[in-house]
C-alpha cells in the first residue's frame, strides 16, 4: 500500500474516530442532559405531587366544608319549611279580624282587610273595600265616639290603648270586640301606617257581667240579711205590742160594745188600725225572711186566680190576662206569704200604670236547663215560674239595681214604705227560690220568680169561721211578755176555756208535770228568754206524747216553726192573731183525731 493511500486510510479513521469522539461528547451531553432533564422531572415531579396533595386537601376541606353549608341549608329549608306550616296552621286557626290602615298625608289612604273579617263582622274584605265607610258603620252607635277618638290619637302620634266596644254583625247581631292597634313610624317618626286586630269578646263580657251581677246579688244579700236580722227584732217587739192593742179592742167589741156607743167607732179604728200594723209587721217580716211558718204544698195557679180577681175588682182600669199551665205542680210554701208576694207585685204594677194598663200573669213548669244560665246558682230540682209583666211605665238601670232595697221606693214621700219588693225578695228566698225583674225605660217591667215544687199533694183549704168557736177545754197559755198573756187569756176565757198561764218555759213544763191530764191544749211562745218555744215543746212532748200543742209567734227566724212543725205540733198562728183566727185555730186542733 502506498503512502498515499496509508494518509486516506488513516486521515478516513481519524475522521471516523474524530467521529465517535463526537458522537461520544454528544452522547455523553445526552446523558448529562438526560440527567439534568430526569432531576429536573424528578423535582417537577416532586412538585407537582406536592402540588396535588395541597389541592387536593384544599379541595376536600372545600368539600367537606360545602358538604357542611348544604347540610346548613337543608337544615335551614327544612326550619323554613317548618315555620311557613306553623304560620299557616296558626293563621288558619286564628279568628281574630286582621287588618292595616296605609298613612298617606296624615291620612288614610287604604285599608287592607285580611280574610278573617268574615268571621268577626259577617262582611267579606271586598264588601268593606267597595264601602269605605262600612267599618264605622257596622260599629254600635253609642260606641262610635269612642272608635273615632281611637282613631284620632293614631293619627295625632298620641299613644293609644285596646278599646272594647261593641259592633253589629251583618246578620244584625250585636257582639262585643277588642280593638288593638298597632302603630308604625319611618325614621323620622312620621305615621306609615297602622295596624288592627279586632277580637271578639262578646263571650267573655257576658261572663263579666254575670260575674258583676253575682257580686251585686252577693253584696245586696249581705246589706239585706244585716237590715233584716234588725228588721225581725223590730217585727217582734211591735207584734207583740200589737197583740195587745188587737186583743183589747176586739174583746171590747166582742164583750158587748154596741155599735151605738159613743167609743164604738174609736174602738173599732183602733182595730182596723192595729190591722194595718199588722200588715206593716208582715212586710217587715217578709224582708226579713222570718215570716215563712207552715210550709205546705198548695196550687199556685189557684192563688194566683183568687188573688188577681180579688185585685181586679179594685182597680177596673188594669185588664188582667192570665196564662195558667194546666196540671201544674204544686210548690212548698207558706200560703199566706205566697198570697203577700202576689198582691205586692201587683199593687207595684198598678202603681207603675196610674192610667190603667194592661197586666199578664203566668205560670209553667221549668227545668234546670232553662236557667242554668241565670246570673245566681240554681239548686238542682224542678221550679216553678211566676211571670207578672205589666205594661208600665218601666224602670232605667239604676232603679232595677235599688228596686229591693228595704225602703226604697220611687213613690213621693207618704205615698210608699218601700217594703214591699223587699218583703218580696225576702219571702222568696226564705222559700229557697229565685226572683229577677226585667225592665226597660217607658216598656214596662216583668217580675220573674222560681220556686221549687213540692211532691206532696195538695193540703184541703178551710174556710175561715164567720163567728167565734167557743170551747170549754183547758188550755195552758206560755207567753214571757206579760200584756200578751193577760189579753190572751182574756180572749181565751171569752172563748169558754179555762186558762192556766206559764210566763217562761220552766213554768211551762213544771205546770204541765202536775196538770198534764186536766190540760187539753198548749198555746206556746216561740221566742223566750229563757227557754225558746222549740226545746219547751220537745220537753212537753217528752211528758206526754200525745200532747197538743198550737204555736204562735210574732218572728221566725230561719224556719223554726217549720221545725218544730214537722216534729209534730198540731199548728201554728202568727201575732197579733185575730181572735176568730185564734179561735178556729183551737177548735180545728181539739177535734183533730
Known amino acids: 500500500m502506498t503512502d498515499k493511500n496509508r494518509t486516506r486510510e488513516q486521515l478516513v479513521k481519524e475522521n471516523e474516530v474524530a467521529e465517535l469522539r463526537r458522537r461520544i461528547a454528544a452522547l455523553e451531553h445526552s446523558e448529562a442532559e438526560r440527567k439534568r432533564a430526569e432531576a429536573a422531572l424528578r423535582k417537577a415531579r416532586h412538585q407537582l405531587e406536592r402540588c396535588v396533595e395541597e389541592r387536593t386537601a384544599e379541595l376536600v376541606n372545600r368539600n367537606k366544608q360545602l358538604e357542611l353549608e348544604i347540610s346548613e341549608r337543608k337544615r335551614a329549608e327544612e326550619a323554613l319549611r317548618e315555620g311557613e306550616e306553623r304560620y299557616r296552621r296558626i293563621t288558619e286557626a ?133 237590715v233584716g236580722t234588725l228588721a225581725g227584732g223590730i217585727a217582734h217587739d211591735f207584734n207583740n205590742l200589737l197583740t195587745v192593742v188587737l186583743g183589747n179592742a176586739q174583746l171590747m167589741i166582742s164583750t158587748g160594745l154596741n155599735p151605738t156607743h159613743p167609743h164604738y167607732e174609736l174602738v173599732k179604728e183602733i182595730e182596723n188600725r192595729a190591722k194595718l200594723g199588722a200588715h206593716l209587721t208582715s212586710q217587715l217580716l217578709g224582708f226579713a225572711m222570718g215570716g215563712k211558718y207552715e210550709v205546705k204544698p198548695f196550687d199556685i195557679n189557684a192563688a194566683v186566680r183568687e188573688s188577681s180577681n180579688a185585685f181586679g175588682r179594685t182597680r177596673k182600669e188594669i185588664t188582667i190576662h192570665q196564662k195558667l199551665q194546666k196540671d201544674l205542680p204544686p210548690i212548698e210554701a207558706d200560703i199566706g206569704q205566697i198570697e203577700q208576694v202576689l198582691m205586692n207585685l201587683y199593687v207595684n204594677a198598678a202603681h207603675a200604670m196610674p192610667d190603667g194598663g194592661t197586666l199578664y200573669l203566668e205560670t209553667r213548669n221549668i227545668t234546670l236547663k232553662d236557667i242554668q244560665n241565670k246570673p245566681f246558682r240554681i239548686e238542682p230540682g224542678s221550679y216553678m215560674l211566676l211571670s207578672v209583666t205589666d205594661t208600665g211605665v218601666g224602670m232605667d238601670k239604676e232603679t232595677q239595681e235599688r228596686i229591693f232595697d228595704p225602703f226604697f221606693t220611687t213613690k213621693e214621700m207618704g205615698r210608699g214604705t218601700g217594703l214591699g219588693l223587699a218583703s218580696v225578695y225576702g219571702i222568696i228566698k226564705a222559700h229557697k227560690g229565685y226572683i229577677e225583674v226585667e225592665s226597660e225605660k217607658d216598656h214596662g217591667t216583668t217580675f220573674k220568680i222560681y220556686l221549687p215544687i213540692s211532691k206532696r199533694e195538695v193540703a184541703k183549704s178551710v174556710r175561715l169561721a164567720q163567728d167565734f168557736i167557743k170551747g170549754t177545754e183547758t188550755i195552758l197559755f206560755v207567753d214571757d211578755e206579760e200584756p200578751v198573756l193577760s189579753v190572751g187569756a182574756r180572749a181565751l176565757n171569752m172563748l169558754g176555756y179555762t186558762v192556766l198561764k206559764a210566763r217562761s218555759g220552766h213554768e211551762a213544763v213544771e205546770i204541765y208535770k202536775t196538770d198534764k191530764d186536766k190540760i187539753d191544749l198548749v198555746i206556746l211562745d216561740m221566742i223566750m228568754p229563757d227557754i225558746g218555744g222549740g226545746k219547751v215543746y220537745d220537753l212537753l212532748k217528752a211528758i206526754d206524747p200525745d200532747i197538743k200543742c198550737l204555736l204562735c209567734s210574732g218572728y221566725s227566724i230561719n224556719g223554726q216553726a217549720t221545725e218544730i212543725l214537722e216534729r209534730g205540733c198540731d199548728g201554728f198562728i202568727q201575732k197579733p192573731f185575730d181572735l176568730k183566727k185564734l179561735s178556729e185555730k183551737i177548735r180545728g186542733i181539739l177535734e183533730k183525731e
Open 94 to 226: 286564628v279568628t281574630d279580624y286582621v287588618f292595616t290602615v296605609r298613612i298617606k298625608d296624615g291620612y288614610p289612604a287604604e285599608t287592607i282587610h285580611g280574610p278573617t273579617c268574615v268571621a268577626v263582622t259577617g262582611y267579606t274584605p271586598e264588601e268593606f273595600d267597595s264601602d269605605p265607610y262600612l267599618w264605622i258603620r257596622i260599629v254600635h252607635e253609642e260606641d262610635r265616639s269612642v272608635v273615632r277618638e281611637l282613631v284620632r290619637r293614631l293619627l295625632s302620634g298620641q299613644d293609644v290603648q285596646p278599646i272594647e266596644h261593641r259592633i253589629l254583625r251583618k246578620e244584625g247581631v250585636v257582639r262585643w270586640v277588642k280593638n288593638t292597634t298597632v302603630p308604625h313610624h319611618d325614621s323620622e317618626g312620621k305615621l306609615q301606617s297602622y295596624d288592627g286586630l279586632i277580637r271578639d269578646i262578646h263571650e267573655r263580657k257576658q261572663v263579666e257581667e254575670a260575674k258583676a251581677k253575682l257580686e251585686a246579688q252577693f253584696h245586696q244579700a249581705q246589706k239585706m240579711e244585716a
